[in-house]
């Protein structure tokens, strides 16, 4: 059963501080990752996109890792703001069809 | 432009009420999709548009109906909705169909 799982499912950190967000999938065959980040009532805002062939990316403070041997992926927030308050998506599709699954999110408190 | 613009942001209706939601992309994507996400839930997928066609409907009530006028626009027409429909819903577009989402800022929709 294709499954993306999320870990943790809240975290609450001081602003200025490093976390990083866990995205584990059984997505098969796998195509890509997309980590997003939503503001609550918002659309959610893509961060980053991952292929097979790639191990690293990044985008400003954000930077996401995968290995598609262990089908793990994760989200490293350098140096938090209270902007950076808001739930992080993972979400993987499979190559050819529709199929795309979302993980449930982590939801990050930044507090000052 | 690489925006998936939503029209309008937020929407009360009755329960008799016959509404519409728009999207609108000029990215050249050839994919749009219809998501309805409730409160700290991922988005669940309702429709999903290849080259102007309906591709996938996800066992939505007859009450939600979908159009595609061209590869730019999608609607989705609301009719006779019930207070559990409330949530909010989000156009995605996509340049085909294995790649990720860009996601709108949603339409936040109230049913009274």
């Known amino acids: 059963k294709n499954q993306v799982e999320q870990s943790p499912q809240s975290l609450i950190i001081l602003e200025g501080k490093n976390c990083t967000l866990q995205c584990n999938y059984t997505v098969s065959p796998f195509s890509n990752l997309r980590w997003y980040k939503q503001d609550t009532g918002r659309g959610p805002v893509s961060l980053t996109i991952m292929t097979f062939s790639e191990n690293t990316k990044s985008n400003g403070r954000y930077t996401a890792t995968l290995d598609a041997d262990t089908k793990q992926s994760s989200l490293h927030i350098t140096a938090s703001q209270l902007s950076d308050s808001a739930s992080y998506i993972c979400v993987v599709r499979d190559t050819g069809g529709f199929k795309t699954i979302f993980g449930a999110g982590t939801r990050l408190f930044v507090k000052a | 432009d690489t925006e998936v613009t939503q029209t309008p942001k937020h929407l009360v209706m009755g329960m008799t009420n016959k509404k519409s939601l728009k999207c609108e992309q000029h990215m050249g994507h050839r994919a749009m999709y219809w998501y309805k996400q409730k409160a700290k839930k991922p988005p669940e997928l309702m429709f999903v548009?290849?080259?102007?066609?309906?591709?996938i409907n996800e066992s939505v009530p007859s009450r939600f109906s979908p159009e595609c006028p061209n590869s730019s626009l999608l609607n989705l027409h609301l009719h006779a909705l019930q207070p559990e429909d409330s949530a909010l819903y989000l156009c995605?577009?996509?340049?085909?169909?294995?790649?990720?989402?860009?996601f709108g800022s949603g339409t936040r929709l109230t049913v009274v």
């Open positions: 995605a577009s996509s340049q085909e169909s294995r790649w990720g989402y860009t």
């Open positions: 548009y290849s080259y102007e066609k309906l591709s």
